[in-house]
């Protein structure tokens, strides 16, 4: 009897023990605080691609020149121009008229003159802006920003491109306005961009292309 009573008070307490183990996934440590090695989401940058008229004269060494003040001069991947408060985009904006037809509607697109009010004084209290300017050899070729990667004191803008199997044989080009977070990239953190996945039909290096 007694030997009965000792194994179901063992039992019992292996029982207990079972069931107050904990649970591996309680053990996983969180945080809130972002990686600055992974790409930010792309839902929280608002990002603007607007289709533009064929530029007055060639217009990617104004923007690679420009940009050496803000952003990348990397000839392989689209130019950036970083701009920090409503001084700079205001004189950018009317550096690149002498290139863009930035007053102009284009189809379904609004003109760039129109698209940057809304970047006003509050907007650059905690954001930056970046303008990417894209030459496609395909009018087919459609762009997004996927996310934002950190790393050796630069912001880079990660551009996926995407397109049909038969798409159209005519040129197309593209002013994009990305919001870069301040808390991602400081008014001294070099910014720019590159075509990180998806179909690369219709992309090609800009100096390489002539008007």
Not at 77 to 104: G, R
Not at 144 to 170: F, W
Request: some cysteine.
């Amino acid at each position: 009897m007694k030997k009965f009573l000792f194994m179901m008070a063992m039992l019992g307490a292996c029982a207990m023990t079972a069931c107050s183990a904990p649970n591996p996934a309680d053990r996983m440590e969180t945080s809130s605080a972002p990686r600055h090695d992974a790409p930010l989401a792309a839902a929280s940058l608002d990002a603007v691609f607007l289709r533009i008229s064929p530029p007055k004269t060639d217009a990617a060494p104004f923007m690679r020149q420009y940009g050496t003040l803000t952003g990348s001069t990397d000839d392989k991947q689209p130019p950036v121009v970083c701009l920090s408060s409503q001084e700079e985009l205001a004189a950018f904006t009317d550096a690149a008229s002498s290139y863009f037809e930035l007053s102009n509607a284009y189809g379904v697109y609004p003109a760039f003159s129109e698209t940057v009010t809304q970047y006003d004084a509050a907007f650059f209290e905690e954001n930056r802006l970046a303008v990417l300017y894209i030459e496609a050899t395909s009018g087919s070729v459609r762009y997004e920003v996927s996310g934002i990667r950190q790393g050796n004191d630069t912001a880079t803008i990660l551009l996926k491109c995407s397109a049909p199997a038969a798409g159209t044989c005519d040129m197309a080009y593209w002013l994009a306005c990305v919001p870069i977070p301040c808390k991602i990239a400081e008014e001294d953190t070099p910014v720019c961009a590159q075509i990180s996945s998806g179909a690369f039909l219709g992309m090609r290096r800009i100096t390489d292309l002539r008007p």
